[in-house]
């Protein structure tokens, strides 16, 4: 595996992988690696020949009371999992080699980027689009892999390479949970015993939710509020949101479907966290740890 810091590196490395005909395949992270990850790797893998591996926190998508300086690190862990995952080249640009001038220039999201997370965030999504755009400049992916759990950053990604008309195939992989339901995060190192458990209520008020779905409910606003009740009730959580979203416009829909994203975000102390299902999919449709 190769490890690389400075954009012009990354890019000698895909002119050259292009020029022998090889295609490119990008899995970008904020590292502190975890299996959902190493899943992505795994799906880029199967579709690329060198599988690029990006590890950058990127400031511009913390807002100034964010947890961009508390967020966890560990490069050399880091590096151990991506090589024995099958990463061929991980790139770890600084923040000056990733921003030497500003920038001045940022992807302005749209409406899909102020509304949920990005009501909660602002900026939030500028600053996504803005690294990923710049990634892709890097390293000229054929195939660029995200993860679902991040389910409004997939389809804000979507939406930029369909409007950008960029060359990108873009696979969105499933949710990989730890064995009591939990989807994986960065974030969860930083909770305690009790505030996993806590924690749990995101899983359980997704599958709440999806049971009512399934009980022949398809009044959105009754979703929603079955979920928001498990919040409340199992682990006294008061949500940031609780959302029907439309998967192909990311919009707030009043009228569920079998393709319906039930989205929320809750704060576990500290610990912001966010999760989602399709909802004629369950959860059985994710990857759980141990299975
Ligand atoms: P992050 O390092 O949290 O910014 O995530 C980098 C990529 O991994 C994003 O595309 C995420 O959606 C994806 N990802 C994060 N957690 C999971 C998970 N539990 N399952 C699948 N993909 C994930």
Redesign the pocket.
């Given at each position: 595996m190769r490890v690389v810091c400075l954009p012009r590196e990354l890019r000698e490395a895909s002119t050259q992988a292009a020029r022998a005909g090889l295609r490119v395949g990008l899995?970008?992270?904020?590292?502190?690696?975890?299996?959902?990850?190493l899943?992505?790797v795994k799906e880029a893998r199967a579709r690329a020949d060198v599988v690029v591996m990006s590890v950058f926190v990127n400031p511009l998508q913390f807002g100034p009371a964010e947890d961009f300086a508390a967020y966890p690190r560990d490069l050399e862990r880091d590096r151990g999992l991506a090589e024995a995952s099958g990463v061929d080249v991980l790139w770890v640009p600084t923040v000056e080699a990733m921003y030497p001038d500003g920038p001045a220039v940022t992807v302005s999201p749209g409406p899909v980027g102020s509304i949920l997370e990005g009501a909660v965030r602002p900026g939030h999504f500028a600053g996504v689009l803005t690294v990923v755009l710049k990634l892709f400049a890097a390293a000229a992916p054929a195939v660029a892999?995200?993860?679902?759990?991040?389910a409004q950053?997939?389809a804000l990604v979507r939406f930029m390479i369909r409007d950008f008309n960029l060359p990108v195939e873009l696979i969105v992989?499933?949710?990989?949970?730890d064995a009591d339901g939990l989807?994986?995060?960065?974030r969860n190192v930083h909770l305690d015993v009790a505030g996993r458990r806590r924690a749990l209520a995101l899983p359980r008020a997704l599958a709440g939710g999806v049971e009512v779905f399934r009980s022949g409910e398809r009044r959105a606003g009754s979703i929603v509020a079955a979920a928001a009740a498990v919040l409340a009730t199992e682990a006294g959580l008061t949500s940031d949101y609780v959302a029907c979203v439309n998967p192909d416009t990311f919009l707030p829909s009043d009228a569920a479907t079998d393709t319906t994203t039930l989205a929320v975000a809750a704060r576990v102390g500290a610990t912001r966290l966010i999760d989602n299902v399709v909802l004629g999919a369950g959860l059985d449709a994710?990857?759980r740890i141990g299975d």
């Open positions: 899995v970008p992270t904020m590292g502190f690696l975890h299996a959902g990850h899943a992505l892999v995200f993860g679902r759990k991040d950053q997939a992989a499933p949710t990989v949970r989807a994986l995060s960065s994710d990857v």
